[in-house]
Structure formats: structure tokens, C-alpha cells
């Protein structure tokens, strides 16, 4: 067991928030006006008509060409062999331009292997995090560079994944998962259809900021859950983040 939990101290859980490239579409550049009209004309419900750009705010965010990255939530364990405690460390990404958000996470991810471990994150945050962190001019980091590499030699974890035992019909939210492993939920006072107003209008980045590190201490207990971990295990949180 102890072994398991020195391998374990190599994964680093992450959950990213994700907000509309700009408050309004009316803000955006004139060639990305025309290319999210062309994105709308896909997404809007079949047979409504909508005026051009109205789906912007609500719908902008989950798309990296179209959003940004707001918060980056990481967690990782840390083992103390000589006493057998578990310590889990906690720390967020939240800047206030979107470049200084992925540098922090890039300086992160340069200072190790590291292995990465994300709720739906070979969908949305991993390929999400490549493409802003390219569209911001910054290296992608080793552990986000998959291109060459042979499906084992790419170190990226998936709960939802893992979860899904090769049946790709199915697809499980983490809050599903969470319930029927009976671990707190982390939608207490936002949830991800929220995130955008919570970042534009009400201007509450420490929501944001605490609901990301609920996200990632959810998926880090799911994937302790999938080892057979017990879930009376005491484990110590510490978050890195100023107060």
C-alpha cells in the first residue's frame, strides 16, 4: 500500500474554469464576430431563429477559440512514509490576464513528471489548456505534448474514463459520480453554467477560485474511490493559496 501512495504523489488533479473571451460579442475582433456566427449557426436549436451573436455570453466558454481560462485548480497528494498520514495539497491559477494564469500552470507542470488526472479531461481540459496555452505564444508543457507519442506513453487519467469500463455511449458527470460514492458535492453556491456571469458580472473570482478546488478534490476522491481506498481514511487538506 505504501508504494501506491508514492506513485499516487505523481498525479496532479486539475479542473479548469472557462469564461467567454469577452463580456460581450460585440467586443471581439471583427474576423472572430464572423467566424462565431458561423460556430452559432451550428450550436442554436434546429428551426429557432436567433439574433447573430446572442449565444455568445452563455455558450462562448466551453469552446478555446471562442473562451478563455479563468481558474486552474491543482491537487496532489503528499505521503509522510515515516508517519503513514496523507496530506492533500491544494493551489489555483487565477490571475487577472489569462497569460499569467497558464504561465503559473506551465512553470507547474515543468517541474516534474507529472501525471495528469481530470473529470471528462481528455474531452474538454486537457485539449483546452493545450490550445490556450498555444494561443497565449507560451511552450506547451511535456505533460500535455501527445503528439508521436504511443497511447501508453501518455501520461493523462480520465475519471470519467476509468468509469466508463470501454462503453463509450456513456457518459457520467462527476457529480453522479460523486453522489453514488456518497462524497460531498462541490455545487454549493456555482455550478459550470454559472461560471461566466459569476466572472463578468458579479466579479467573484474567490467563488470561482473555491469552487475549482472543490472540483478537484471531488475527482481526486472519485479516483481514490476507483482504487478501493477506504472513505473514512483521514486525509489533511492544505491549500497554498493566499489568504
Known sequence: MSNFFSELQNILFLDIETASAEADFEDLPERLKSEWIKKENHIKPKDESIESGS???????????????????????????????????????????????????????????????????????????????????????EPLQIAGKKPWEIRHLDTLELWKFGDYKHYTRLELLAAIFDIPTSKEDIDGSRVNETYYVQKNIKSIREYCLRDVWVTAQVYLAFEGIPPDMEIEIKNKDPE
Open 55 to 141: 449565444l455568445f455570453f452563455n455558450r462562448a466558454g466551453i469552446y478555446a477559440e471562442f473562451g478563455k481560462v479563468i481558474c486552474v485548480g491543482v491537487g496532489y497528494f503528499h505521503f509522510f512514509a515515516e508517519t503513514g498520514n496523507l496530506e492533500f495539497r491544494t493551489k489555483t491559477f487565477c490571475e487577472e490576464t489569462e497569460y499569467d494564469t497558464l504561465d503559473g500552470f506551465v512553470q507547474l507542470l515543468n517541474k516534474k513528471p507529472w501525471v495528469l488526472c481530470a473529470h471528462n479531461g481528455k474531452e474538454f481540459d486537457f485539449p483546452y489548456l493545450s490550445r490556450r496555452i498555444l494561443i497565449n505564444r507560451l511552450p506547451l508543457p
